[in-house]
């Protein structure tokens, strides 16, 4: 069954350090997201990307982040000079040819900051 | 924006017992997913209900659209089934998390 691949599963790093994570859509899947989880928190919204560029941003993905489709695979979320409230669950997610559709996740990449 | 609210926000069961889920919402919402988040952390895709009812085996969903509410059933509840659930609903291209519903199931 297709899924949705996140890379790496856990990352530390230092405060004020950038991070990468990596994300495979489902193949013929056209719309992605990334959202994030802190601890014990609900999952939040923060961008929704689709045809090479943001389709709608949260509060949340201020100018610390940014989103790429780098190839014809990879999506990707870059966080910038990392603080320690960003540490927290990252979830890529997919949807199909609608934006009114199902919406499948990765199983998360886990961030630290220290 | 519209609000969600998920009951009860914790609840525990023996095994084998049944229970319902409930999403209420401020105004009409658009394709209504229900997810399931393992011990694991995995989000894992229960049921896409925009309206209506589907079954999947011990758990089920209702959907009613114009009354803005939807219930997840859960029959003969496992150990497996323990985590959270969520309820989540479109709103412009993103779907958006209610609180969730903490369920632990014991042996």
């Known amino acids: 069954e297709p899924e949705v691949t996140q890379t790496p599963s856990h990352q530390v790093t230092q405060m004020g350090q950038e991070v990468i994570l990596r994300c495979v859509p489902i193949?013929?899947?056209?719309?992605f997201y990334w959202y994030r989880q802190i601890l014990g928190q609900k999952v939040e919204f923060l961008v929704s990307?689709?045809?090479?560029?943001?389709?709608?941003k949260s509060e949340i993905f201020d100018d610390q982040f940014s989103v790429e489709r780098p190839d014809g695979s990879n999506f990707t979320l870059k966080i910038r000079s990392t603080k320690l409230e960003d540490s927290a669950m990252y979830f890529c997610a997919s949807m199909g040819g609608t934006w009114a559709g199902e919406l499948f996740f990765g199983e998360g990449s886990r961030l630290t900051v220290l | 924006g519209i609000q969600v609210e998920q009951s009860p926000p914790d609840l525990i069961l023996q095994e084998g017992a049944n229970s319902t889920l409930r999403c209420n919402f401020s105004?009409?919402?658009?394709?209504l997913q229900w997810f399931h988040q393992n011990p694991w952390g995995q989000l894992i895709n229960l049921f896409y209900i925009p309206s209506g009812t589907k079954q999947n085996g011990r758990l089920s969903a209702t959907t009613v659209a114009t009354e803005r509410y939807s219930l997840l059933y859960i029959s003969s509840s496992q150990t497996t089934d323990s985590g959270v659930y969520f309820c989540a609903f479109q709103a412009g291209t993103a779907l958006i998390f209610g609180k969730g519903t903490t369920l632990s199931v014991s042996s």
């Open positions: 990307f689709y045809n090479n560029e943001i389709s709608e």
């Open positions: 193949s013929n899947h056209l719309y």
């Open positions: 105004d009409s919402v658009n394709n």
